[in-house]
């Protein structure tokens, strides 16, 4: 029995290579039959126009691509020369000018707030007594 058993799993294993050859024999022949269709596929008119026009296109995107890149960094130059420009211009001196006097007036103004505030409250009620003099000689004649 033991001999029978292996008879078997000869003829098995046998089999077993023949299908395993077979299958890859029929994957081979795929391989082989696609590789030739692909170039007799490449080779006609139409793919090799194909195959132009995909040039072209990526091409023409790369060109686009650097032309992008290249109108940015036109974009950011141009806007540092105006940028140069409006501050060099007349308006921004004189803006400059006018907000530099503000500030030293306004700065002047809180120093001496307090003293002319002073003085002019002395002179205020010094003139109010004045007219309350004359309103009462007034009244009284």
Known sequence: M??????????????????????????????KT???TRSDIAKTRDAKVAKKRAEVASKAVKLAAGAAGALAK????????????????KEVKVARKS????????????ATGADRA????????????????EAKKRAAR
Do not use: I, L, N, P
């Open 118 to 133: 002073r003085t002019r409250a002395s002179a205020a009620a010094t003139s109010a007594r004045g007219r309350a003099t």
């Open 34 to 36: 696609a590789r030739e």
């Open 99 to 110: 907000v530099r006097k503000t500030a030293d007036a306004s700065r002047k103004a809180a």
């Open 2 to 31: 033991a001999r029978k058993g292996s008879k078997q799993v000869t003829e098995v294993r046998k089999q077993f290579g023949a299908t395993t050859r077979a299958v890859k024999a029929v994957g081979t022949k795929a391989a």
């Open 74 to 89: 036109t974009a950011a130059k141009k806007s540092q020369e105006g940028a140069k420009k409006v501050a060099a211009s």
